[in-house]
């Protein structure tokens, strides 16, 4: 319940409940409000017995937000105080949402990650002998659109490591991380996302692979008597 509904959580209509306190009794009324639409919904036992109302809305197009408000008002016409709850639709990855107010979406942010295979010095996709020292090293640089908070993912296939992303990282630009080498002809595949505060993932960026070759190629030398 962070206010915001991403891609994940945008499936179909919107599902919503309503609380129902231990006093409610069937019959009493629920007085509903859905982004300025009223209705009204009597009591049943069931909802008394489950302790709430569950339905569901329309779901808001991107960048709207979804309001629910509700009161109950028994069978001597007493109202209780209102509840309210809202929740912004976000599924785009790097969306800033309504950041100046205006009531529209503003300019989404790209927040896509780059990899590059550091040990790998020559970028010929192969490190050799003189590369190739402990670790393999990676930098991960940052499009201009991340911003501290959000989630950076890096993964080699059989480990992730997953970095929430400071301030000085982005004034850096980039972030380092290391995997470790995989055995003498071994390759490795390096992938890294980039989510955002909202939950909604970038596309991954393109897999950079690399294979460790350290060994000499042998020159036969026969002598022709």
Known sequence: NDGTINATENQGDA????????GT????KINLNINGT?????VTQD?????????TTDMPAE????????????????TSEESTDAATVDTVAGDNGDT??????DDDREITATVT???DTNNDGTINETEKDGDANYEVALATGTVAGDTLSVTDGNTTQTIVLTQAQIDGGDVEVTFTAPAEGGAINVSATVTDIAGNTASSSMDHS??????VTNTDVKLDD
């Open 15 to 22: 599902n919503f409940e309503i609380g129902l306190a231990e």
């Open 25 to 28: 009794v069937a019959g009493d």
């Open 38 to 42: 009223t209705s009204e919904v009597t």
């Open 47 to 55: 909802m008394v017995d489950a302790g709430k109302y569950a339905a």
């Open 63 to 78: 960048g709207e937000t979804l309001t629910i408000k509700a009161t109950v008002t028994d069978g001597e016409g007493n």
């Open 100 to 105: 100046d107010g205006d009531g529209g979406n």
């Open 117 to 119: 295979i550091t040990e």
């Open 210 to 215: 690399y294979k460790v070759d350290t060994s």
